[in-house]
C-alpha cells in the first residue's frame, strides 16, 4: 500500500456506503466535531490488503455522502478475473 495515496469524492446518495466493487469490514465509528453526522471506517476485507476507507455524511448538505479512500488496492476487484492472452 502507498500510504501517500489518499482520494476523496462527494456524491449524492440515499445509501451511506456507495457499492465500488470491493468487499469492506466496518471496524470503528466515530463523532465528527461540529457535524450532526458521525463518520465511519472500514478496511479491505481481502488479506494482505491495507486499503482504508472512511464514510460519512456532509454537514452541509446530508443528501451527500463524502468517501476518502486510502491507500491502493492490491488485488482485484471479487468477481474480476483476467483472461490469458490468446
Not at 29 to 36: G, H, L, Q, R
Not at 37 to 51: A, F, K
Request: aromatic share 10%; glycine share 6%.
Amino acid at each position: 500500500m502507498d500510504p501517500g495515496h489518499r482520494i476523496s469524492f462527494r456524491a449524492r446518495s440515499a445509501v451511506e456506503v456507495i457499492d465500488d466493487g470491493y468487499k469492506w469490514r466496518k471496524y470503528g465509528k466515530k463523532s465528527v466535531k461540529d457535524s450532526p453526522n458521525p463518520r465511519n471506517y472500514y478496511r479491505c476485507s481481502t488479506e494482505g490488503c491495507m486499503v482504508k476507507k472512511r464514510v460519512q455524511r456532509d454537514c452541509e448538505d446530508p443528501s451527500y455522502v463524502i468517501t476518502t479512500y486510502d491507500g491502493v488496492h492490491n488485488h482485484l476487484r471479487p468477481g474480476v478475473h483476467l483472461l490469458p492472452p490468446p
